[in-house]
């Protein structure tokens, strides 16, 4: 089975600043997709961001760039330039890749992080 | 596209009553959708996996009976929370793939919060 652990439970940063948050995974599965998504207040989950196992480039959008250590099973996300925006509950993922593995799509969540940004 | 819709946004009933909840793909077909409970300042937690046309994968400890799952077309996934009790009180909810997108990506909906009195 796998796990995804964030052992951080809240995080606090200026804004405009940057801060990461980390995540590690264990899996035994070479196959895999790794993903962050965010929960504002709103409770509504929005993708920030996904990693491909097999690609070994970090992937980036905007502000949000992730560090891939897959030997290490390490995904922490990096956001740069902190806004007040960014105030949310972010959560770690893991997927099997179903093509490879068969599986069928399943999100392995870790506890999350409370992430504040002070004005 | 990948917007999921869910409704009601919330709903509050009483106790011993059946509430169902709604989750549509606004933009694409869904083969396959997800149901998650979420209890303030955790995690989500799967309940189970919705196939359209067959019957509903449920996690372990995931009574099949009381949280009726049905996806009865490639847009429409219900879940009804039968003989509701307070304990079942929570957040839940669904997400969806858009299978003509690259990296099999799950999108979420608003949730619904439940109340039962």
């Known amino acids: 089975a796998q796990t995804v652990t964030q052992s951080q439970p809240e995080m606090s940063v200026q804004e405009a600043e940057t801060v990461t948050l980390s995540c590690t995974y264990d899996t035994s599965e070479s196959n895999y997709y790794l993903f962050w998504y965010k929960q504002p207040p709103s409770r509504q989950m929005i993708l920030v961001i996904r990693q491909e196992a097999y690609k070994q480039q970090n992937a980036t959008e905007n502000r949000f760039s992730v560090n891939f250590q897959k030997a290490a099973k390490s995904f922490s996300l990096k956001i740069s330039d902190s806004q007040l925006g960014d105030t949310a509950m972010y959560f770690c993922a893991f997927m099997k890749h179903p093509l490879y593995t068969g599986a069928n799509s399943k999100l392995t969540f870790g506890k999350g992080i409370t992430l504040s940004v002070r004005p | 596209g990948a917007v999921v819709s869910q409704h009601p946004s919330r709903v509050i009933c009483k106790s011993g009553t059946s509430v169902k909840i709604e989750c549509r793909s606004l933009?694409?077909?869904?083969?396959?959708m997800f149901w998650y409970r979420q209890f303030p300042k955790q995690s989500l937690m799967l309940m189970a996996t919705s196939n359209e046309g067959s019957k509903a994968t449920y996690e372990q400890g995931v009574e099949k009976d009381k949280f009726l799952i049905n996806h009865a077309s490639l847009t429409l996934s219900t879940l009804t929370v039968t003989s509701a009790h307070p304990e079942d009180s929570s957040f839940y909810i669904c997400s969806a793939i858009n299978p003509t997108l690259v990296g099999e990506t799950q999108y979420f909906g608003p949730g619904t919060r439940l109340l039962v009195l």
């Open positions: 933009d694409f077909q869904a083969t396959t």
